[in-house]
């Protein structure tokens, strides 16, 4: 290729150093401005390769969950060297050789390396993933300059690959975030998110009320959300599940899950409520997300203190008032939970988990009364009306111990082959077997001449439900 020299006017927006002449790579010619001597010219090229030869620190900070950072850079660096030869780390009590780390992805584990990492044609110079004590991925380096523009490339396609095929966007995770509250480094084992088990449908029996309201303050968000923004609904939303010990909220989380990813939102399971503020902050990196805490009453009770605060703040976060992020928290207390929290703009939504009512009882029966084939062991055209009665307020684990008690007496009754022999009977007789259960759970330490009372009434009702039982038996 013949290279020719030739005059033209100072090519505009290219970099360079204050006072310096511009120098930009382009084409196959030297141009060379106008009037300016060729041994100017020489001058400049030679200042020129000076500079590029110079060696310059690169650091960057991207945020994102580490992890997820680290396996993009290795993508990107993959993608557009093939080959990356590895030197030591800087440790804190000198070099440290590269660190293999295995990390879980939706489509299996891939390896990422935590280490200088060096393309060859680099010149020694290299890229290095650091994770410290907060959610993002610091990119440290060192090259020489002539290779500024690749290293902006690669920073750029990093971002580009964490907003486009993340590891974590769209999935549903159970994340530890202790390691930010506890301001201590990132465990690449021990601190990674776990990508939660969504198979299988969740048998989500409520009261017609609360699925009304969940249908309407959750899902909708999830499965309509396009329509939700066309009519001026806000994706962001605050939403408290309140109840008893055993009365759905937590088999709510899989079914919200469930629906998160399917309409693709992220769903993040966070471990402790204590790390509620940097999940929301989490959360806003990978929107829209769902953020599930469970017992918030432990961190939101009380005065208000600096802790209390901090957590309010991220909530009402001006940055994130037209972010779609559905928060979704629960309690067995809502009377500890300080009042501030709850406000509109925080948590616009209180669902009261209750225990089930006569009608959803006896979904709860047809449930449990299967084989494990799924074949239904109650008789034809069985009326549960006054089973469903007897059970109405017992949590699902009871009713399902019920039904259990109901299987037990149709195998005494029948042998080992139940299958539709199960009789409306049998859980009548079970559920009233269960009050007993209930009254020791519920008994208090102190009883009182009304309970005596109750006491002595429930005894003869029992006694009642024995004697037909025996009858039955015989």
Request: aromatic residues 6%; contains cysteine.
């Amino acid at each position: 290729m013949n290279t020719t020299a030739e005059r033209k006017p100072t090519p505009m927006n290219t970099i360079t150093e204050p006072g310096s002449v511009p120098i930009m790579r382009t084409g196959d010619k030297i141009i060379i401005p106008d009037a300016m001597p060729y041994a100017v010219a020489r001058e400049w090229l030679l200042r020129q390769e000076q500079a590029e030869e110079k060696q310059v620190q690169i650091m960057d900070f991207i945020p994102c969950f580490p992890l997820d950072g680290v396996v993009a850079l290795a993508r990107v660096l993959a993608d557009k060297f093939g080959f990356t030869a590895l030197s030591d780390r800087d440790g804190m009590w000198g070099p440290e050789p590269p660190l293999l780390v295995q990390i879980p992805t939706p489509n299996g584990i891939e390896t990422a390396i935590l280490g200088k990492l060096q393309p060859p044609k680099w010149e020694g110079g290299y890229l290095s993933a650091e994770i410290g004590s907060e959610a993002q991925l610091k990119v440290t380096g060192q090259i020489k300059r002539k290779f500024e523009s690749e290293v902006k490339e690669i920073i750029s396609r990093l971002r580009t690959m964490l907003k486009e095929n993340s590891i974590y966007r769209k999935q549903a995770m159970m994340v530890d975030l202790s390691w930010i509250r506890e301001e201590r480094r990132f465990h690449p084992i021990n601190d990674a998110p776990k990508f939660m088990d969504l198979s299988g449908s969740a048998n989500l029996i409520l009261n017609d009320t609360t699925k009304f309201e969940l249908a309407t303050s959750v899902f909708m968000l999830l499965e309509r959300s396009n329509e939700c923004v066309n009519n001026r609904i806000n994706l962001k939303h605050g939403v408290l599940l309140s109840g008893k010990y055993g009365t759905g909220k937590t088999l709510t989380a899989k079914v919200i899950a469930q629906k998160a990813t399917n309409n693709d939102w992220t769903f993040i399971y966070l471990k402790s409520a204590a790390d509620l503020a940097a999940g929301l902050r989490m959360a806003q990196l990978y929107a829209p997300a769902v953020i599930f805490v469970e017992d918030v009453d432990q961190v939101a009770s009380g005065e208000r203190d600096e802790q209390l605060n901090e957590l309010l703040n991220t909530l009402d976060g001006v940055d994130t008032k037209t972010q779609p992020i559905l928060t979704v928290l629960t309690t067995n207390h809502p009377e500890r939970i300080q009042p501030a929290f709850i406000r509109a703009g925080r948590i616009d939504t209180v669902i009261q988990f209750e225990e089930p009512d006569a009608k959803t009882c006896l979904e709860f029966v047809r449930l449990y009364a299967r084989d494990d084939e799924g074949r239904d062991l109650l008789k034809p055209d069985s009326d549960l009306t006054k089973a469903g009665e007897l059970l109405a307020g017992m949590v699902p684990a009871f009713i399902c111990e019920a039904v259990g008690k109901a299987k037990r007496f149709a195998i005494h009754r029948c042998g080992n082959d139940i299958v539709g022999q199960m009789e409306a009977n049998d859980v009548e007789l079970a559920a009233k077997s269960i009050h007993k259960h209930l009254q020791m759970a519920n008994r208090t330490t102190e009883v009182t001449a009304t309970q005596k009372v109750g006491q002595a009434l429930g005894a003869w009702v029992s006694e009642m439900v024995d004697e037909k039982t025996e009858h039955t038996l015989e």
